[in-house]
Nanobody
Framework: VQLQASGGGLVQAGDSLRLSCAAS????????MGWFRQAPGKEREFAAS????????NYADAVKGRFTISRDTAKNTVYLQMNSLKPEDTAVYYC??????????????????WGQGTQVTVSS
């Protein structure tokens, strides 16, 4: 599975961005997809995840209420709508696919394939 992330950019605080992540092949019902982010000098951290079949969503506290994850199963694409962006949201954002069930979709180790990352920079 190859993942192609896009949609990053340079915005001002309070602006919005929508990230997209297209998978190269049809995903299966057991798949979970997630968005992670990594700021300079920091570890990769969980942002949001969604179960491909049922659409169950999970968010990190830092983005809850501002970010929305969604998927389009016909297009094999997952989205991350980011509103009310803050300078602390500045990071490289990665999408990822988990092919197997897990008790923790916030852990990077749950995911099997990763996109190349897209830079999001929020100026104050």
């Amino acid at each position: 599975v190859q993942l192609q992330a896009s949609g990053g950019g340079l915005v001002q605080a309070g602006d919005s961005l929508r990230l997209s992540c297209a998978a190269s092949e049809r995903t299966f019902s057991s798949v979970h997809m997630g968005w992670f982010r990594q700021a300079p000098g920091k570890e990769r951290e969980f942002a949001a995840s969604i179960s491909w079949a049922a659409g169950y969503r999970n968010y990190a506290d830092a983005v809850k209420g501002r970010f929305t994850i969604s998927r389009d199963t016909a297009k094999n694409t997952v989205y991350l709508q980011m509103n009310s962006l803050k300078p602390e949201d500045t990071a490289v954002y990665y999408c990822a696919v988990g092919l197997y069930g897990s008790s923790d979709y916030t852990s990077p180790t749950t995911y099997n394939y990763w996109g190349q990352g897209t830079q999001v920079t929020v100026s104050s």
